[in-house]
């Protein structure tokens, strides 16, 4: 089938789908019409870069092929926060991109975002759009509504792992860590051999969290900090388990593996110290070598390996979202669909992998050599997780966790000490937020 059928094609069942959509009273009463149309596209993506280039391809080839017209915004990373007033009216754009974090507070534990049905039910290249997406992400029940339909259309992934120049640390590529236990043996063997094991901006909260919820979801599983952030009680923190993920935070924080100074830097100051060669490791998402690239050292070969198992268990994979979704008040859902579906189209896929240096959602698309030990950790992943373990209550994150696990990572409070003020502060949320 060539690329003209498949358009016709995805626009007669998108058709179908709207109509049925306004038949049960969800989303704008407006259908996919057989061709043009007109839609409104807000982007998180900034004029000019890497990925901003591959969406204005796709939609320049969407418009060739469809008649379609479609006005999008590059407004940058705030898209999501001018998105919320606009819900309230009827000047909502058909499709807004952002990641799952943004998008499920303001679209998708709200109710404001429409089922994605039709997009999923779309072929291109041959198949549904459902079996391009690999179901171990759609298996994340938090991406669909009560019935079961995800909201979210995901386009590319970003994942965290320990990253470190494999032209320097060749072993590493051979044999990484195994176990916590190994890991905290090769910090103790590079300061033994006169380098700085670890690089850190503990300026970036998001950053120091990876070390807790890393390593409790390493003994408990997916779920687990979800389900201790869940506890109105607090007695979750209680638990022998969650210590002991506390005391690995401690052991990073005092054990005198860190570039001195961590605890009061501004990033990108410790990625720089890093990729310049003056740390052996860092704990960061899969964006780092992009990130890195104007200052890294001559010859660095960036190569990474997963945060180190616990107590033998398997380790899931963290696996996060960027991707579209669509407002019920959208004017044009079907069009919109049909545009999501169409960009998953695998040269845009292989274009995110290759030009913008990012983690495409299909596992058949090319990648950046830079990515692939971390796509091999993501391709190779039975279960994976989402960043914070799905945790989107209103301000828990950045206003109770994360102020007391800086404390923690910074090395300003113990292990037992974060444990009873997580706690305490924990309590005190869940009674001002129901």
Same mark, same amino acid.
């Given at each position: ?17 709207? &109509? ?9 009463a ?6 043009? +149309? ?5 982007? /998180? #993506? ?9 969406? !204005? ?5 969407f418009?060739? *092929? $469809? ?13 999501t ?25 303001? /679209?998708? =534990? ?12 779309t ?8 079996? &391009? ?11 669909k ?7 979210m259309?995901?386009?590319?992934? %970003? ?42 901006? +503990? ?5 120091? !969290?990876?070390?807790?919820?890393? !390593? ?7 779920g687990?900090?979800k ?6 009680? +607090? ?7 969650? &210590? ?16 001195? +100074?961590y ?19 860092i704990?960061?998402g899969? #964006? ?28 899931a ?36 992998? $290759? ?11 090319? %990648?950046?050599? *830079? /990515? ?16 914070? =373990?799905?945790v ?34 924990q ?8």
């Amino acid at each position: 089938m060539n690329s003209k059928s498949r358009i016709v094609q995805a626009l007669a069942v998108l058709a179908g789908a709207s &109509l049925a959509l306004t038949a049960c009273g969800q989303g704008s009463a407006s259908t996919a019409p057989s061709e043009g +149309g007109t839609l409104t596209y807000w982007s /998180m #993506w900034k004029d000019g870069e890497p990925q901003q280039k591959v969406i !204005a391809e796709a939609i320049a080839d969407f418009e060739q *092929q $469809t008649g379609a017209t479609v006005k999008v915004q590059w407004q940058g990373r705030s898209n999501t926060e001018k998105l919320v007033p606009a819900l309230n009216t009827n000047n909502v754009p058909d499709i807004v991109d952002g990641p799952y974090a943004k998008l499920a507070t303001t /679209m998708g =534990d709200t109710g404001q975002a429409l089922p994605l049905g039709a997009a999923y039910d779309t072929v291109v290249d041959g198949k549904k759009v459902s079996e &391009l997406v690999p179901a171990k992400y759609t298996a994340i029940s938090n991406i669909k509504g009560e019935d079961g339909t995800p909201w979210m259309l995901p386009y590319s992934l %970003s994942s965290d792992a320990i990253w470190f120049d494999a032209a320097k640390h060749p072993e590493l590529v051979a044999n990484p860590p195994a176990d916590w236990n190994g890991f905290i043996a090769e910090l103790d063997k590079l300061k033994a051999a006169g380098e700085t094991p670890l690089a850190a901006d +503990g300026d970036v909260a998001g950053y120091n !969290a990876l070390w807790f919820t890393t !390593a409790l979801i390493r003994t408990e599983g997916p779920g687990s900090f979800k389900t201790l952030a869940s506890d109105k009680t +607090g007695a979750g923190w209680d638990a022998p388990k969650v &210590l002991a993920a506390a005391q690995k935070v401690e052991q990073i924080a005092k054990g005198g593996y860190l570039v001195p +100074g961590y605890d009061a830097s501004k990033w990108p100051a410790q990625q720089q110290v890093w990729a310049s060669g003056k740390a052996s490791l860092i704990l960061n998402g899969s #964006w780092l070598p992009t990130e890195t690239s104007t200052y890294a050292a001559e010859g660095f070969q960036y190569s990474s390996f997963p945060f180190p198992a616990i107590d033998g268990k398997p380790a899931a994979v963290r696996a996060d979202f960027i991707g579209w979704a669509v407002p019920k008040k959208a004017k044009n859902p079907g069009l919109a669909q049909q545009l999501a579906a169409f960009m998953l189209n695998k040269k845009y896929q292989d274009d995110y992998g $290759t030009k913008a240096k990012v983690l495409p959602i299909r596992a058949d698309a090319a %990648s950046a050599p *830079q /990515m692939d030990s971390v796509k091999k950790a993501l391709d190779n992943a039975t279960t994976v997780y989402q960043g914070g =373990d799905g945790v989107t209550y209103a301000g828990y994150m950045e206003k109770v966790f994360w102020p007391i696990d800086d404390q923690l990572f910074l090395g300003k409070i113990s292990a037992a000490e974060f444990v009873a003020k997580m706690k305490d502060a924990q309590v005190q949320y869940w009674k001002d937020n129901g």
